[in-house]
């Protein structure tokens, strides 16, 4: 535990503010990816698919109509070898017609396995409802599925789930409007007025007095003249520009299932005294047989004999100065061999008393 705590406090420790560049720091408007969504057919599974669901009846014959073959509306084909699924994929921003996308492939109802399956050639649409890509393929699947016939069975991973590599096909280019927007807005993976500010100065600098304004604590605005050539090279000497960035509010971050404590280097403690104790309860239960002598007649008893004790660790206790650094904190709490659930409890009574000048966060 003390290791951890050394280890937490040399990471943390409060260092001289470096330079980013503005790339690291977040990304321009509409330079985004896209979700796309499908719904499609896997054939060719070793009897592990749906299992005659309505739903994936009626599937197979919406595929068989495509190829003019009709099947008798009350057909029930057997589905154990097919499998409905969903398909989702990222379409990453300037992506072309002819490039290749990952594609994950997941069952919607009673299938076991996807693993050997081979996915029908799907459409897949975004949120405008419009088609940007087409998948087929077959499916790698990392999970493994067995069941032996007195019903026990073995488990290994999702085998529910695969993945096409390149598995799908772009059809449509999504426009970005990066080339004719009024003007170019960077936007700050997290909200800071100062890093705003800094970004502005550092593009300011650069580019001129007045090419670029911090709207709010995310946004940057930059002129830039019109044409994707022009922007595009504008865009990269922006995102090279190195800048400093405000240092984090101060936060402890508290993991109460695994027990782990984060706290940044900004966190500063007011003036406290505190000590930490540990009381235990022992009970300990050690009955006695009673044996009567031969032929007296008597019965074995069993005669209870409890030893109750109380242990109280006792702890000095221990005083952090004004303003505290995190290697001051760390040491003060090294001191008293306080544990993870320990530390915090001693966090969460410091926040109470408005000595810690953090917020304390708890997932």
Avoid: C, W
Avoid at 211 to 224: E, L, P
Avoid at 330 to 336: G, P
């Amino acid at each position: 535990m003390r290791f951890l705590l050394a280890l937490l406090a040399s990471l943390l420790i409060a260092a001289p503010a470096s330079a980013d560049r503005i790339k690291d720091l977040g990304g321009f408007q509409g330079i985004r990816s896209n979700q796309l969504t499908g719904y499609g057919i896997v054939v060719g599974l070793s009897g592990t698919g749906d299992d005659n669901l309505e739903y994936t009846v009626q599937s197979l014959k919406a595929v068989a109509s495509r190829f003019g073959l009709q099947l008798p509306p009350n057909a029930n084909p057997g589905m154990k070898n097919a499998a409905v699924v969903m398909i989702t994929a990222e379409l990453p921003p300037f992506a072309k017609p002819g490039q290749r996308l990952d594609i994950t492939v997941a069952s919607m109802g009673k299938a076991k396995s996807l693993r050997g399956g081979s996915l029908i050639m799907t459409p897949l649409l975004g949120a405008d409802n419009q088609i940007y890509a087409m998948a087929q393929g077959n499916l790698a699947v990392g999970g493994l599925g067995a069941e032996g016939a007195d019903g026990s069975k073995i488990v290994v991973n999702i085998p529910s789930t695969g993945r096409i590599p390149e598995g799908a096909t772009v059809e449509r280019a999504v426009a970005t409007g990066f080339d004719s927007a009024p003007m170019l807005t960077f936007n700050l993976a997290r909200a800071d007025f100062t890093t705003a500010q800094n970004v502005a100065g550092a593009i300011n600098s650069k580019l001129g007095f007045g090419s670029a304004q911090a709207i709010d604590a995310v946004s940057v605005a930059v002129r830039a003249p019109v044409g994707a050539d022009v922007r595009a090279t504008l865009m990269s000497t922006i995102e090279n520009l190195d800048v400093v960035s405000a240092e984090p509010s101060a936060k402890v971050i508290v993991n109460a299932r695994t027990g782990t404590v984060v706290i940044n280097s900004a966190v500063r403690v007011g003036p406290a005294a505190v000590t930490h104790g540990k009381l235990t309860v022992r009970i300990d239960e050690k009955p006695q047989v009673s044996q009567p002598a031969p032929f007296s007649q008597g019965q074995t008893v069993v005669t209870p004999n409890s030893a109750v004790a109380v242990e109280e660790e006792r702890r000095p206790m221990f005083l952090l100065n004004p303003g505290p650094k995190l290697a001051d904190i760390v040491k003060a709490v090294n001191a008293i061999g306080a544990s993870p659930a320990d530390l915090v409890a001693i966090l969460e009574a410091l926040k109470e008393a408005g000595a810690l000048k953090a917020e304390l966060i708890v997932l």
